[in-house]
């Protein structure tokens, strides 16, 4: 699978270009590839949108310094949050996340000799997107989000692999194998309706504290495969104190996987969900419940939106 990959940079890859990282074990697989193979003839760009974890953007400075990538860090959360007002529906936020990461690949590539797009993109992203005879389940940023015209050819070295190939490549070249992965439009499809800063720095606090709890309790390789918070914006009463509260809800959503295109709900200790649900509800302001989701994929998918 290594040759195969570093095979498909070579031939495709005739000149400069940029390689759009999101920071998950995909683009962060195909970053380290692509420095092996093309040295400074890549520049991997990693857009803050905004719509990051905690810690996102110091993790992925590591991976650049430690791999020797060619690497720049861009804020463009204040883009992203802006074209994102308003829009509810899970495809429109979608389409509109992945036509503004090209854009700005776009500018940033003006004046250079880029002529090249470099994604992490893999089997399940364009299975599910649909095409062909294929309904589509959701559009994948990186697929059915993308701009019709684009000033960037497309290469994507990873395309036919599933999530367990990368992780095995992750792991012969030195990468965290236990990697959770994240979705590239971010926290974004983990916010149900529109997203806003206040939803979104919530969210945040909840993902720490569910990854937090795991983490501590599991063993690497003992963790379900993924696990997160999905933010709810359904309001229900609750009691802080002595006072009645009307909250939003947080979900906590655990998996196991193998190839992300079928998951099994995770079977979590109830002391653990339980920790996790009063650390949420008691920590952070405007959150009075959290509920535990049983669904496999099918018949839901792995994110809610």
């Not at 290594?2 to 962060?28: F, P, Q, Y």
């Not at 959503?253 to 996790?276: C, G, P, Q, Y």
Request: net charge negative.
């Amino acid at each position: 699978m290594m040759d195969d990959v570093l095979r498909n940079i070579r031939e495709n890859l005739d000149g400069k270009g940029i390689l759009a990282c999101s920071g998950g074990t995909d683009s962060s697989v195909l970053a380290v590839a692509s420095a092996m193979v093309a040295g400074d003839n890549v520049k991997t760009i990693f857009i803050d949108t905004g719509l990051l974890r905690i810690g996102e953007r110091e993790r992925v400075q590591k991976l650049f310094d430690d791999f020797h990538i060619n690497g720049q860090i861009v804020d463009a959360s204040d883009q992203f949050i802006a074209n994102l007002r308003g829009v509810t529906d899970p495809e429109r936020k979608r389409k509109v996340i992945g036509e503004t990461f090209i854009r700005i690949f776009e500018d940033l590539a003006t004046g250079s000799d880029a002529k090249y797009l470099l994604q992490g993109t893999i089997a399940p992203d364009w299975i599910e997107s649909g095409g062909k005879n294929r309904d589509a389940i959701k559009s994948h940023h990186n697929v059915g989000g993308l701009p019709e015209k684009m000033n960037l050819k497309l290469i994507e070295p990873l395309r036919d692999l599933y999530k367990d190939e990368v992780r095995q490549l992750s792991s012969e070249m030195g990468l965290d194998q236990y990697l959770q992965p994240f979705p590239g439009p971010g926290l974004a499809v983990r916010i149900i309706g529109e997203v806003t800063r206040d939803r979104l720095d919530r969210l945040r606090r909840a993902t720490r504290i569910v990854e937090e709890i795991v983490e501590g309790k599991y063993a690497p390789e003992d963790r379900p495969w993924q696990y997160f918070a999905v933010y709810v914006p359904v309001k229900t009463t609750g009691v802080h104190g002595d006072k009645r509260s009307y909250g939003d809800t947080i979900a906590i959503r655990a998996v196991n996987s193998l190839d992300a295109m079928t998951a099994t709900f995770s079977r979590i200790d109830w002391e653990i969900i339980e920790e996790m649900s009063v650390r949420i509800s008691n920590e952070i302001e405007g959150i009075n419940r959290v509920v535990y989701d049983v669904t496999h994929k099918p018949p839901g998918t792995i994110e809610w939106e």
